[in-house]
């Protein structure tokens, strides 16, 4: 299978991480898990933006140098990684010297290729977005112009370089056609193709007024624009601009996962700048919507921005990782609600999928010997169990493929309700008194049922199913999906069981 590159955005390092960092990673961490499951090597890519006005006056305001303010926003940024169990395989951040190396080599090569001349930049620029917008965008209240994204704009001239954007319209709107799943999901694809099409001006990518930023070749009085600095980390992190480099066979990346906010600048402005170079183009964008926390628009302001390592402390890891992906399908707003995390936790977690594991792997060690009982043959009673069982790895990749992440975790649960019955039609507590094969046969299959939901569930809880594959006695080297089609020893010793879940009381969430 070919390699598989994937990353998150680089998070500015202007705050701390808050849920939205932690929702963007966590996505990219599972498809990166699952694809490793499958047999596929894969590049996981994070990282943080450390440039631009926006980060220098957040140092300025903190009284501290630059780098130092970047050195010690970044490492949140670590932190929340490690806390999170996200599995990157490489963490970037815009100040190191490859990727200034990185930078200037893409400047040269569009400067060689006649994609960049001097000019002036006027208009109306956001510091907070780092981006301009124009005056149809805008809208005024008590005298402040603000942009679509609620950031207040200011009337900015100074000499810039420029990149000709609006030579690559053409380009653009043909490639969206022909590939029409570069953007996702289809709501973001319909938003950059009419942006487009009403027309592409050439794009500032220099400053004058701060310093602090990737100084342009030959001309240090000018900082490269920060959007262009910071997508080329992607290309950085493969190797640019050493196309022989080890990683340079991920390239280009299969997706990019973003949040829809910044959409713009990684559907039209990266694609412009690479095709406009000479290298490959990502094959996919994914924009994400934003979270509410309890009906509410998360703000500073509010004071009800969601802390994702309280989270963890409060309910545990794995509840969190599975509730964030499982409650709202993954392009689309959603509303973050204690309440419903726990209805979760304790419904689909640790009463159907905890519930089951205890019931099953308990009648193990009462009625077997503790011993994992001989496979059997399947009869037309089985049949509905593993309707859903062997077709499992498959249907969760297909979902997965598509970035449907509450879908996949759907048709997971689906095939745990699906086993749930199946164990109160069999009843092999009372099996035991009337045919003891049959008992040894439905308890082999609901393990057989059970393996495959712990195997297809470590990309989302990695460590819980861990635990659930232990008590299932099922060896480490054997996790993967290929190993599913290799049956467990009769005999095969398995542990007393122990909850895999805490179930939480919702009075008190």
Not at 306 to 318: C, H, K
Not at 432 to 450: C, E, G, I, S, Y
Not at 461 to 487: H, K
Request: contains cysteine; aromatic residues 12%; hydrophobic residues 45%.
């Amino acid at each position: 299978m070919p390699p598989i590159y994937l990353t998150t955005p680089i998070y500015y390092v202007n705050d701390k991480p808050h849920i939205g960092h932690a929702y963007t990673s966590l996505a990219t961490d599972v498809l990166a898990r699952w694809k490793r499951l499958a047999g596929q090597e894969v590049f996981f890519l994070t990282g943080t933006d450390e440039h631009g006005q926006k980060v220098e006056k957040a140092a300025q305001d903190a009284g501290m140098d630059p780098q130092a303010f970047t050195d010690k926003v970044s490492q949140s940024f670590r932190d929340l990684a490690v806390t999170m169990g996200f599995s990157n395989d490489d963490f970037i951040r815009t100040t190191e010297a490859r990727h200034k190396a990185a930078c200037t080599a893409l400047w040269e090569e569009l400067v060689k290729r006649g994609e960049i001349y001097l000019g002036a930049y006027e208009g109306w620029y956001a510091v907070r977005d780092e981006a301009f917008y124009g005056p149809d965008e805008l809208v005024e209240r008590d005298g402040v112009k603000y942009a679509p994204s609620g950031a207040p704009v200011a009337w900015v001239k100074e000499p810039s370089y420029f990149f000709r954007l609006s030579k690559w319209q053409d380009w653009l709107l043909n490639h969206y056609e022909t590939h029409p799943d570069f953007i996702a999901p289809a709501s973001r694809r319909n938003e950059v193709m009419s942006f487009v099409k009403s027309g592409l001006q050439d794009l500032s990518i220099s400053r004058t007024s701060f310093t602090w930023g990737v100084k342009v070749p030959g001309d240090p009085a000018h900082v490269m624009y920060v959007w262009l600095d910071a997508l080329t980390n992607y290309i950085t992190a493969a190797g640019y601009p050493d196309v022989n480099a080890e990683r340079w066979k991920f390239w280009p990346a299969d997706v990019h996962f973003v949040g829809k906010d910044i959409v713009r600048f990684h559907a039209i402005y990266w694609p412009a700048f690479l095709e406009a170079a000479g290298i490959a183009v990502p094959r996919r964008v994914y924009a994400h919507g934003w979270w509410t926390n309890e009906g509410q628009k998360i703000s500073k302001s509010l004071g009800n921005v969601i802390d994702p390592l309280a989270l963890v402390e409060e309910y545990g890891l794995d509840p969190v990782r599975y509730f964030l992906l499982r409650e709202v399908p993954f392009g689309q707003d959603g509303d973050f609600s204690r309440g419903a995390l726990v209805r979760r936790l304790n419904g689909e977690l640790a009463d159907a999928l905890g519930n089951l594991a205890n019931r099953t792997l308990s009648l193990i060690q009462r009625n077997c010997g503790g011993v994992l009982p001989p496979a059997a043959e399947r009869t037309e009673a089985d049949a509905a169990l593993f309707a859903s069982v062997d077709t499992l790895v498959a249907a969760v990749e297909a979902q997965l493929d598509q970035q449907a992440f509450h879908l996949a975790l759907e048709t997971v649960m689906a095939a745990v309700r699906e086993a749930n019955g199946y164990i109160t039609v069999q009843a092999p507590w009372a099996l035991k008194k009337t045919d003891l094969n049959r008992m040894n046969a439905v308890l082999r299959h609901l393990h057989t049922a059970m393996r495959a939901y712990a195997t297809v569930l470590q990309p989302f809880m990695p460590g819980t199913m861990a635990l659930m594959l232990d008590q299932l006695g099922v060896p480490a080297d054997q996790r993967d999906f290929a190993a599913l089609s290799t049956p467990l020893a009769e005999g095969t010793a398995l542990p007393p069981p122990a909850p895999l879940f805490r179930k939480i009381e919702e009075a008190k969430a």
